[in-house]
């Protein structure tokens, strides 16, 4: 039971274009939500966040929207870079679900940014 | 600027084996997290611990103990290794449950 869906597996873009990475969930009760992002042989790092009585963030180049009617957030970078290439997780949280410290991730988006 | 270390980086085992997985992190912070990374499957929470002390069962916990042996350190054993348990594994932590977690590079686990 996938509670946190990417259903893209890969996206491709050129340099300069808007990316954006999209992401499902189930639960009702999440009420915050993550993107990391991962290079190969690294561990993930944290990109940006949102809180659920939100539905607008941005950091720079990086913008997360959330829709909590439709229980969807996507993640846009303006304008990509070839550095962005890389692994993008969605990751969700819960803090009244009684499970606490469990974040549930997405199964990740590879992003390749064509120069 | 160390952040999260786990040692080691690459292991083999054979079936039947045992293994601990070590990770220590340098930020003071309270929570610390393990979780394991399969193709496809994204990244699935094995044990945490909320604060010093204390452990608890993520996703999937079979297979695994975990001990949190001071704030700073959080361990995780494989007592009798399975070919099921092949994955990269990687170790995190937090300020405080809801803060982003910082994570390690990862053990790549291999078990024949």
């Known amino acids: 039971d996938q509670q946190v869906k990417q259903n893209s597996p890969s996206l491709s873009v050129q340099e300069g274009r808007i990316s954006i990475l999209n992401c499902d969930y189930t639960?009702?009760?999440?009420?915050?939500f993550l993107w990391y992002k991962k290079y190969p042989a690294e561990g993930p790092t944290f990109l940006i966040s949102?809180?659920?009585?939100?539905d607008k963030n941005e950091d720079g180049r990086f913008t997360v929207f959330l829709n909590k009617s439709a229980k969807h957030l996507s993640l846009h970078i303006v304008p990509s870079q070839p550095g962005d290439s890389a692994v993008y997780f969605c990751?969700?949280?819960?803090?009244?679900?009684?499970?606490?410290?469990?974040?549930?991730f997405g199964q990740g988006t590879t992003l390749q940014v064509k120069p | 600027n160390a952040g999260v270390t786990q040692t080691p980086k690459f292991q083999v085992l054979k079936t039947g084996q045992s293994m601990t997985l070590q990770c220590a992190q340098d930020?003071?912070?309270?929570?610390m997290y393990w979780y394991r990374q399969d193709p496809g499957m994204g990244l699935r929470l094995i044990y945490y611990?909320?604060?010093?002390?204390?452990?608890d069962k993520g996703e999937v916990p079979n297979g695994y103990n975990v001990s949190r042996l001071n704030k700073r350190e959080f361990s995780l054993r494989l007592e009798s290794a399975a070919p099921s348990q092949t994955s990269v594994y990687f170790c995190?932590?937090?300020?405080?449950?809801?803060?982003?977690?910082?994570f390690g590079d990862g053990t790549r686990l291999s078990i024949l």
């Open positions: 611990s909320a604060s010093e002390g204390t452990t």
């Open positions: 930020m003071n912070h309270n929570s």
């Open positions: 990751a969700a949280y819960s803090p009244r679900s009684g499970n606490t410290g469990k974040l549930i």
């Open positions: 995190a932590s937090s300020e405080d449950r809801i803060q982003p977690q910082h």
């Open positions: 949102i809180s659920s009585i939100k």
């Open positions: 639960n009702s009760m999440f009420d915050y």
